[in-house]
């Protein structure tokens, strides 16, 4: 499955800034996905947006989606040391039944306290 | 929310020797689960689509040979790793389909292959 990118690969900030991700993939998608990976753990799904959708909030999380240019942002306001953490966009296709998901390479995020 | 288990979280094994990681949906019925692939600081690689009662769909360059899947019942998947060697030493994670949209994943299995 080809992957998407993500930028930047890496990034540090300070506690109470924002956080901005990118999420570029290729395919034509039902919906955008976001996860969360901590050191050696297993991934927490963060939000979906769906093909249909422009911008969706939860919480601290702000995702938009620009299916024209087949990209996605992830913005964290407010950060914290507890944010740390890999996050991960992933895409299902609108094609297939399986609902495959297929992950972007990740950004790691640290927040410095 | 949905959980899912892994087991082991970790395992050491010699080269040559067999490994199997179960994956199970704790509360949910999943009639598909998926099993991924992660090395060190790189994302996650689809390896197989596992679903209840029928053969796994493996992803181009896996071998079926290799990785055996096993999805017996609704709540539980198994991924062997057979003939392992240092090179099959990864992080391994499964994901259970609880509805068409929601994965969710296992907290992963580190393999290490002496």
């Known amino acids: 499955s080809q992957q998407g990118e993500e930028d930047p690969q890496a990034l540090s900030i300070q506690e109470g800034e924002n956080a901005t991700m990118n999420c570029s993939y290729k395919?034509?998608?039902?919906?955008l996905q976001w996860y969360r990976q901590n050191s050696g753990r297993g991934l927490v799904h963060l939000i979906l947006?769906?093909?249909?959708?422009r911008e969706k909030h939860s919480g601290r999380l702000r995702v938009t989606l620009d299916t024209s240019k087949k990209s996605s942002s992830l913005l964290i306001t407010a950060s914290r040391a507890a944010d740390t953490a890999s996050y991960f966009c992933?895409?299902?296709?609108?094609?297939?039944?399986?609902?495959?998901?297929?992950f972007g390479s990740g950004t790691q995020l640290t927040v410095l306290p | 929310g949905a959980v899912v288990s892994q087991h082991p979280s970790w395992v050491i094994c010699k080269s040559g020797t067999s490994v199997k990681i179960e994956c199970r949906s704790l509360d949910f019925q999943a009639t598909t689960m998926f099993w991924y692939r992660q090395f060190p600081k790189q994302s996650l690689m689809l390896m197989a689509t596992s679903n209840e009662g029928s053969k796994a769909t493996y992803e181009q360059g896996v071998e079926k040979d290799k990785f055996l899947i096993n999805h017996a019942s609704l709540t539980l998947s198994t991924l062997t790793v057979t003939s392992a060697h240092p090179e099959d030493s990864s992080f391994y994670i499964c994901?259970?389909?609880?509805?068409?949209?929601?994965?969710?994943f296992g907290p992963g299995t580190r393999l290490t292959v002496l």
């Open positions: 947006i769906r093909s249909n959708e």
């Open positions: 992933a895409t299902v296709r609108s094609s297939g039944s399986a609902r495959q998901l297929t």
């Open positions: 994901s259970a389909r609880a509805d068409t949209d929601t994965q969710y």
């Open positions: 395919t034509s998608i039902n919906n």
